[in-house]
């Protein structure tokens, strides 16, 4: 058969159809695999102690319990035993505050200036080529080895368990991402295009912002998304470097241990609770992460 | 006045003069950077070159030892293991979260019904905090947990594993409790690199022939390569540092057999508390990586086409 | 002006003396908190921090929102999580000394670290001063409990405020039911019952252990982190030492170190759940109360959580027992672990660390802290008092209490010295190494002595030597008698004249 007859064949749709179909399978059956740790801290979210580590193990929990969950906003709450056990801190809402503060100004800070700077690395190759090497190196350090160097220099500035310390450690260490990841979609931008406009006479401010922010909107709108999740979820420097006002949720987290060890109930309530706001800002984003343009539509 | 005037008039001309512009662009970063973190960096480099611990007083009176702290670390074989083992498993990982996140992302590149509710779920197991990732997957690994349960349903009593008595299967499960988690990355980055591409490439080759695989191969891939390069670079930067997973399914163990590198340092500085020892690892350790990535990273630095 | 001030001090201080007669820990630290303020040194409204773990928190809140009311102080409790990262923090308080922190609760074990980076202070001078009654009177701590939570190196730095001596819980319907009894004694020879020795403990292992009806024989610690649980009480039953008290040279390696770690094993290989040595520590309280293992060997708080019909298959079927021993000479030497185990000490960058001290004794106070330990936490009956209180001992399980007493007067402490983290750990990996098979027994015990030489030498062998001769000195008595009937050391080293 000749490849025009092939071409045509594919075209069929017969074998579209089954193709569609085949694609939607294998849709599922991936989000299927990719759903099961996740089923699994629910079921573990509505368990009892008793039943976090049993064998053989139920998905569906044999005496399922809101107590997880409402230990976390009222520690009193709960009755019996193993309720009582889990009365370890104080509610939940404080920590979700800090956290709702300080991530998204870190995140806004990281990524804009990142943005800025990665504009001018990715067309004006300023910094050489050390500069760029030199901010990826942040994330090279093990961050251990660097937590009582920054402690010591943070208390002399005096921003221990404040929630400018924070927001700065937060913006600082994630800025290598911001760089680097909006970087390579700047890259990807075809420069004859912000170069028309300059011939048409746009300064390099109104290029940056009318020509080329709104093409890799997607690239910003990806980085955003992990420099929050990064920041969200990070553990280590929010415990060293808070006491008591700034606790964040991933501390907070940490808290619900005691007498028989980790308490996988309330940890998983609180791990589901706390991933709703990303998955929030995940599902909003997703708008601008399939933009697509077309060359015949530069012209404003 | 008049001066003033002048000067308002000239003001946006000089800002948007390329070496100004330039300058103004990255100069929040530089402000940041330097003032974050330079002192701190400076103490840690001091420290390297002294022999300290906090249960011997204050670390300004702390006693110059030279090198020593790093011949003590070229010496240790504790610390060769930690290395090889963290160079194994972030090889493995990384293979595989970019193989699925762009196989997921091709996947998901043209719409249909629901893409957006799946791809929330694809993104989520990246949106949970590392300590509930892993406790998550050391329950389902236990050898009394559901993996197990599965394995015996399927293949009786003796296709069950213990998961984490040995470090191959034991690194095995936190590859793949890695691997889920941030496959979603590469997933993200491979997804909207996909969606911010131009159609009509694409389109141009469809109507001359082309196949979906020669436009893949020819058309697409070639531009999504420097996002994907770059999101290969900063995956396998931060899988590097594998350190939660390990710490919460293992803690490292049996003995030491799969302690990671970040694992050794926490572990030396944290619990031994050695920290002039730690800083020198971590210094050797960053330049170490540094060299590599330099390396690696060279055609991202040059030109773009 | 001067004149009012002398003649309030004395009035005060004749009434305090007359108080402090006949008065408790409590009401001489109130007396104290309110001079204190008289004198201008704390102020109304002023703040307190205790950096305590979450399982405390129950137990704490109300005895300090009470405190609170009394004082009016404003005194918190700042709860930390992880129990490394109680370490890390108190630590990173001694190097950047933000004084945020005014109390720490911590391992016993760690005092030795926290006191020589300086962080906490000594507190002999108002222990003299204000009797928190530690190791006299009729509410005294359980001995020898009095001296290793509280001292470092021949000072008082610490206020114990916990026990964790191991206890041994065992199925009680098994091991009195008559047929067993006839089988074990037909298959053995000897009669069943608790065990005096380790070999005992092993053979009725061996004999409960039955995987075919989904029981194995025990669940000890083999992991990670307290693998050293379950090897040293045999170690140390057999007469061993971890350093030798005149070089500092670790004897962990001797035969009887080979042979306790040979014995564990034995025992995990062959008759426990392949996971004792892979599982967090809370697998116990899953397998005991679910009744998969016959025994084990844990916290007192286990006893609490098998003993509800809510949280345990086997409720009303626990027993409680002391930990065996070995005989030397004819004469039975029980060994039990008192493993980390809490405690108040002061940090010195605090405000005003007398009047942290005193919140401390009244929170250590026998009454104070027998309601507290009576709600449920991680805080166990420390005093003689606590163990007659009978709300206390309901809360336990009335038969709980005597044996744990019983397991307290015969256990010993962690190694408590500066680096105490450091030795252990190291011990804890090769043991558990050696558990999986890794390596052998003694290659294990090897290793551990090369690491603990490094480390000693590395922290200064003098000083090390000073701090476990007075460690040494508290260790139980049968022990140290034990140690000079073996040779290895004389009775004045051993506190024993």
Redesign the interface.
């Known amino acids: 058969m000749k490849?025009?007859d092939i071409?045509m064949m594919?075209r069929s749709p017969v074998i579209s159809a089954a193709l569609r179909i085949l694609?939607?399978l294998?849709?599922l059956l991936?989000?299927g695999i990719?759903?099961i740790?996740?089923v699994?801290?629910l079921s573990?979210s509505f368990k009892p102690?008793?039943e976090?580590?049993?064998?053989?193990?139920n998905?569906i929990p044999r005496s399922p319990t809101l107590d997880n969950y409402i230990v976390l906003f009222k520690p009193e709450a709960p009755k019996?035993?193993?309720a009582?056990?889990l009365?370890?801190?104080?509610p939940v809402t404080k920590s979700f505050l800090n956290s709702i503060i300080v991530v998204p100004a870190a995140t806004a800070?990281s990524v804009?200036?990142?943005f800025?700077?990665a504009?001018?690395?990715?067309?004006?190759?300023?910094?050489g080529?050390f500069?760029?090497?030199f901010?990826?190196?942040?994330?090279?350090?093990?961050?251990?080895?660097?937590?009582?160097?920054?402690?010591?220099?943070y208390?002399w500035l005096r921003l221990?368990?404040t929630p400018i310390g924070l927001i700065?450690?937060y913006?600082?260490f994630t800025?290598a991402?911001s760089?680097?990841?909006t970087?390579?979609?700047i890259?990807?931008v075809p420069r004859h295009i912000e170069e028309a406009a300059i011939l048409d006479g746009a300064?390099?401010?109104r290029v940056l912002f009318t020509i080329t922010l709104p093409?890799?909107k997607?690239?910003l709108?990806?980085t955003m998304?992990?420099v929050f999740?990064l920041n969200?979820?990070e553990?280590l420097y929010a415990?060293?470097f808070t006491?008591?006002k700034m606790i964040t949720?991933?501390?907070q987290?940490?808290?619900?241990?005691?007498?028989?060890?980790?308490f996988?109930g309330p940890?998983?309530a609180?791990?589901v609770i706390?991933?709703v706001p990303?998955?929030i800002l995940?599902?909003v984003i997703?708008r601008y992460?399939?933009?697509?343009?077309?060359?015949?539509l530069i012209r404003r | 006045m008049r001066r003033l005037v002048m000067i308002l008039k000239v003001f946006p001309q000089f800002l948007s003069h390329e070496k100004v512009f330039k300058n103004l662009l990255v100069l929040p970063m530089q402000l940041l950077l330097n003032f974050l973190l330079m002192p701190p960096f400076a103490i840690v480099i001091y420290l390297a070159f002294v022999n300290w611990q906090p249960i011997f007083g204050g670390w300004t009176e702390a006693p110059f030892v030279g090198v020593s702290n790093f011949i003590r670390l070229f010496s240790e074989p504790r610390f060769y293991e930690a290395l090889g083992r963290t160079f194994v498993v972030a090889i493995v990982a990384v293979a595989f979260e970019f193989l699925l996140g762009l196989g997921l992302a091709v996947l998901f590149s043209r719409p249909f019904l629901g893409r957006r509710i799946c791809t929330s779920v694809i993104l989520y197991p990246m949106m949970l905090p590392w300590v509930v990732v892993g406790f998550t997957f050391y329950l389902l690994f236990l050898d009394h947990g559901p993996v197990n349960y599965v394995l015996s349903s399927l293949f009786g009593p003796a296709g069950m594993i213990s998961w984490f008595r040995n470090p191959v299967p034991a690194m095995t499960a936190i590859i793949i409790g890695d691997v889920w988690q941030w496959t979603p990355f590469m997933f993200l980055i491979f997804y909207s690199a996909l969606g911010a591409l131009p159609k009509d490439p694409k389109e141009a080759a469809m109507t001359l022939g082309a196949n979906a695989w020669q436009i893949f191969r020819y058309i697409t891939f070639p531009m999504i390569k420097p996002v994907a390069y770059v999101g290969l670079v900063i995956r396998a930067l931060e899988c590097f540092k594998i350190f939660d997973l390990v710490y919460i399914m293992t803690g490292g163990g049996p003995g030491v057999s799969t302690e990671t590198l970040s694992l050794y340092i926490y572990r030396v500085a944290f619990k031994y508390g050695q920290l002039s020892y730690a800083a020198a690892v971590a210094i050797i350790v960053l330049l170490g990586i540094a060299l590599v990535t330099r390396i690696a990273v060279r055609p991202l630095l040059k030109e773009a086409a | 002006m001067m004149r009012k001030i002398v003649v309030v001090s004395l009035v005060l201080g004749f009434i305090g003396c007359i108080v402090c007669a006949q008065s408790t820990p409590a009401e001489r630290a109130l007396v104290g908190l309110s001079s204190l303020m008289e004198k201008g040194v704390i102020k109304p409204g002023q703040t307190f921090k205790i950096m305590i773990h979450s399982g405390q928190r129950n137990q704490l809140a109300p005895a300090v929102e009470e405190l609170s009311k009394l004082t009016g102080l404003n005194i918190q409790l700042v709860v930390i999580g992880n129990e490394p990262d109680i370490y890390v923090k108190v630590m990173n308080e001694a190097v950047v000394r933000t004084g945020e922190y005014d109390i720490f609760l911590t391992f016993c074990n760690w005092i030795g670290d926290m006191a020589e980076a300086g962080v906490i202070v000594p507190l002999d001078e108002w222990i003299a001063k204000y009797d928190p009654e530690i190791d006299h009177g009729p509410n005294r701590y359980v001995s020898p409990l009095d001296k290793f939570t509280t001292q470092y190196g021949g000072h008082y730095y610490a206020l114990g405020m916990d026990n964790d001596a191991l206890v041994l819980f065992y199925r009680k319907d098994l091991m009195e039911d008559p047929s067993e009894q006839a089988a074990f004694e037909a298959r053995y020879g000897r009669p069943l019952k608790l065990p005096e020795t380790w070999e005992e403990f092993d053979l009725i292992t061996e004999f409960f252990d039955r995987p075919e009806q989904g029981m194995r024989g025990a669940h000890l610690y083999a992991e990670r982190v307290f693998a050293y649980t379950s090897w040293a009480p045999r170690f140390i039953a057999k007469g061993g030492i971890y350093f030798d008290p005149y070089t500092m040279d670790p004897m962990i390696n001797s035969p009887e170190g080979v042979a306790a770690l040979e014995e564990i094993i034995s025992l995990v290989r062959n008759h426990m759940f392949p996971e004792a040595y892979t599982a967090d520590w809370s697998a116990a309280y899953t397998l005991f109360p679910e009744g998969k293992v016959f025994w084990t060997i844990a916290w007192a708080s286990l006893g609490h959580w098998a003993s509800d019909p809510e949280t345990s298959k086997i409720a009303g079927k626990v027993g409680f027992a002391q930990l065996p021993g070995e005989y030397h000479d004819g004469v039975l030497y029980r060994a039990t672990p008192h493993v980390v185990g809490w405690s108040f000490s002061i940090c010195r960058y605090g405000k005003a660390p007398e009047a942290a001290y005193l919140i401390a004794q009244y929170l250590n106070d026998p009454t104070v802290s027998a309601a507290a330990i009576t709600r449920t936490g991680t805080l166990d009956p420390f005093r003689l008092n606590h163990f007659q209180d009978e709300k206390l001992l309901a809360a336990y399980g009335p038969e709980l209490g005597p044996v744990l007493m019983l397991n307290a007067e015969q256990s010993f402490p962690d190694i408590s010295l500066r680096g105490a983290n450091e030795y252990l750990d190291v011990l804890n990996l090769n043991l558990q190494a050696a558990v999986a098979g890794q390596i052998s027994a003694k290659e294990a015990l090897d290793r551990v002595a090369i690491a603990w030489q490094e480390i000693t030498d590395r922290l200064g062998r003098g000083r090390q030597i000073e701090a476990w001769q007075q460690e040494i000195k508290r260790y139980p008595k049968h022990i140290r008698e034990l140690w000079v009937k073996l040779g290895k050391m004389d009775p004045h080293m051993a506190g024993l004249e």
Request: charged content about 10%; proline content about 7%.
């Open positions: 490849r025009k071409a594919a694609h939607r294998t849709v991936v989000v990719f759903l740790p996740a699994w801290l573990i102690p008793t976090w580590q049993v064998f053989p193990p998905l019996g035993t193993a009582a056990m009365r370890v801190t104080e800070i804009t200036v990142g800025l700077a504009y001018a690395v990715a067309r004006f190759r300023i910094g080529a500069m760029p090497f901010v990826l190196t942040t994330r090279m350090f093990p961050p251990v080895a660097f937590a009582v160097p920054l402690l010591v220099y208390r221990i368990d700065l450690i913006a600082g800025l991402f760089l680097w990841m970087k390579g979609f890259e990807g300064s390099p401010w093409i890799v997607g690239g709108a990806a998304l992990f999740i969200w979820t553990f415990l060293i006491s008591t949720v991933p501390v987290l940490s808290h619900y241990v005691g007498a028989v060890g980790r996988y940890q998983a609180l791990g706390a991933s990303v998955v995940g599902y997703q992460l399939v933009t697509g343009f077309s060359f015949g």
